[in-house]
């Protein structure tokens, strides 16, 4: 069932989304090379317990983790692209990071992440992650009232495969709001015209992310969480929670 959100409840799940912000900007400016992850995770800990909030991650256990989640934030580096589990691995120069947490107040989530380079990029990097954005940017631009879920995925599926990209098209991005992972799915892959209707009170994390290697195959780590390129090709991954509104997307996680 999917549940629409009134004005009054998109602004209490707006106060969620300053914490995931503050998150990621304590981790982004922390983030050096020689920083581990553990400490990055950390750092999350202590932002998300001074706001008052909670973690959506910690102990959160879906059908597509292998344990419940150890972390408050997902810290995937390089070859991974979702869902990487803060360990003592210490960041190298030229590292890709991508960072996604989720918080929780009075009752409401929001969930969103970032990715960047630690120490000097390679060129090709800052490209991958521009592509990404560029195609967060897109899809929160067709989420509109009126339109539908396939425009979104087809706004955004046009900038990744322009760019020789492999997509991730298995895990997308979802509802929210009372939990963390609500309907409906929301694709990195779409047909325009086609699929629900967006209605103002859907709120949406829209989470495209992209593989450098332009296959779209994958594979878990060991661990049971990581999710890799399966050509072990960078990859890079954003998110926002968005909400449609009358006046069209609103972004609940921007900084
Ligand atoms: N934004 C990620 C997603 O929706 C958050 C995963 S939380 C985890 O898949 F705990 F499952 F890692
Ligand atoms: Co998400």
């Known amino acids: 069932m999917i549940e629409l959100k009134t004005i009054g409840e998109i602004d209490a799940m707006a106060a969620a989304g300053r914490v995931v912000s503050a998150v990621h900007h304590a981790v982004r400016s922390q983030a050096a090379v020689g920083t581990s992850l553990l400490e990055l995770d950390h750092l999350a800990r202590t932002v998300i317990g001074d706001a008052g909030a909670s973690s959506s ?4 256990h879906p059908s597509f983790g ?64 521009d592509a990404t954005e560029r195609m967060l940017a897109a899809g929160i631009d067709a989420a509109q ?16 495969r322009a760019g020789g990209y492999g997509i991730q098209t298995d895990f997308g991005g979802h509802g929210i709001g009372r939990a963390m992972h609500e309907e409906p799915f929301v694709p990195n892959e779409g047909r325009p015209g086609r699929g629900l209707r967006l209605v ?56």
Do not use: K
Not at 147 to 153: L, S, T, Y
């Open 145 to 160: 009232p009126g339109a539908r879920m396939g425009d979104i995925g087809h706004a955004m599926s046009r900038v990744g």
């Open 57 to 60: 991650f910690l102990g959160y």
């Open 200 to 255: 103002p009170g859907l709120v949406i994390a829209i989470e495209p992310s992209l593989m450098a290697g332009g296959q779209d195959e994958y594979r878990f780590d060991d661990d049971g969480w990581s999710i890799r390129s399966a050509d072990d090709s960078r990859g890079a991954h954003v998110e926002h929670t968005v909400a449609i509104t009358e006046e069209g997307p609103r972004i609940l996680t921007a900084s």
């Open 66 to 129: 292998a344990t419940p989640y150890p972390g408050v934030i997902c810290t995937s580096v390089n070859g991974v692209m979702l869902h990487g589990l803060p360990t003592s691995y210490r960041l190298r120069d030229g590292d890709l990071l991508s960072v996604d947490c989720g918080a929780h107040v009075d009752g409401w989530h929001a969930d969103a992440a970032v990715s960047f380079v630690v120490g000097h990029p390679h060129p090709q990097d800052l490209d991958l992650i």
